[in-house]
């Protein structure tokens, strides 16, 4: 069996070879069923894609990501909130990817809130009452801080600063999407070129120098304006802002749950743990738990054939 998660901008699938991501945005309508027929078997599905916006309604979204999925996997089987396997297109199936890692992760991890770090959100999962996460939208989910809607590679910068101090001066951000995420972390050392996966916004060269150009428009500048110092003061502000967001959804679903550790995943597993005192599911699970919910959906849908 191969675990498939569809999300807007990238395609995870895990099968017996490893973990195999595809940068995918369905909103530039990315070749999804071309994609998929590289892979054979049974297949269970989870998603978050239905939300992008070239389609006017999630079930419509939905409706569309069955449908390619079946045209090259007649048999699959989708997951949903309801943690149930369906067949057919129904409301259910929204956004369940996350849940579907707390499904598998929950009796080995019962004392833990699972931080899940993408390249575009992070999900804050406390694992130690599954029945009280079941149904929960992702707009449900903003509202309890268990989805924090910023990630490693293509959050704009302006979503999260509103103004950087430059040498000590006040500076307003631009709201232009001229940088991003991956062009802080990159000049930060977090990630490596190979990592940032997505285009970058001047669709220009995936190098320090290039972050560093980025990062300088931010403050409506060039490079040689404000120097490297400053466009490193940028992405230094952007990280503590990010940094803070998500540490303190963290610590208040460790409040509310009662939960002790902290277990991270995704491409800011490493980084978080350290941030956060943590432990490392790819140190766990390997290399699988960069594309969570696509192993976890497998997992669990095997559970349940063995269980039939």
């Given at each position: ?8 901008a990238n395609l995870k ?46 079930i419509e979204g939905i ?186 959804a963290v610590g208040r ?56």
């Amino acid at each position: 069996m191969i675990g498939i998660d569809v999300g807007g901008a990238n395609l995870k699938v895990v099968d017996d070879d490893g973990v195999h991501i595809h940068y995918c945005p369905l909103w530039q309508g990315a070749p999804l069923r071309e994609l998929l027929k590289e892979y054979e078997g049974p297949a269970a599905v989870v998603m978050s894609g239905e939300l992008a916006d070239c389609f006017p309604s999630k079930i419509e979204g939905i409706r569309w990501i069955v449908g390619a999925v079946q045209s090259t996997v007649p048999s699959a089987i989708f997951y949903g909130t309801d943690a149930a396997f369906h067949t057919q297109p129904v409301p259910n199936l929204a956004a369940a990817n996350w849940l579907a890692s707390a499904d598998y992760l929950r009796e080995e991890y019962p004392d833990a809130v699972l931080l899940d770090v993408g390249s575009t959100t992070a999900d804050i999962i406390p694992l130690n009452d599954f029945e009280s996460l079941k149904g929960l939208t992702d707009t449900m989910r903003l509202q309890k801080q268990y989805l924090v809607y910023t990630g490693m590679l293509r959050t704009n910068i302006a979503t999260i600063l509103s103004t950087v101090t430059l040498d000590g001066t006040a500076t307003p951000v631009s709201t232009e999407y001229f940088a991003s995420s991956a062009d802080a972390h990159l000049v930060l050392g977090h990630i490596t070129p190979e990592e940032y996966t997505c285009p970058t916004p001047d669709n220009g060269a995936k190098t320090t120098e290039g972050a560093l150009r980025r990062l300088a428009r931010v403050v409506c500048a060039d490079l040689d304006e404000i120097g490297e110092s400053g466009a490193i003061q940028v992405a230094r502000q952007f990280w503590e802002a990010q940094r803070t967001l998500i540490a303190r959804a963290v610590g208040r679903a460790l409040f509310k749950s009662g939960a002790e550790q902290v277990i991270t995943a995704g491409i800011g597993a490493d980084l978080f743990a350290r941030e956060l005192g943590g432990i490392t599911l790819n140190g766990e699970i390997g290399e699988v738990a960069d594309a969570l919910p696509a192993y976890a959906v497998r997992e669990v849908a095997s559970r349940h054939r063995a269980g039939d």
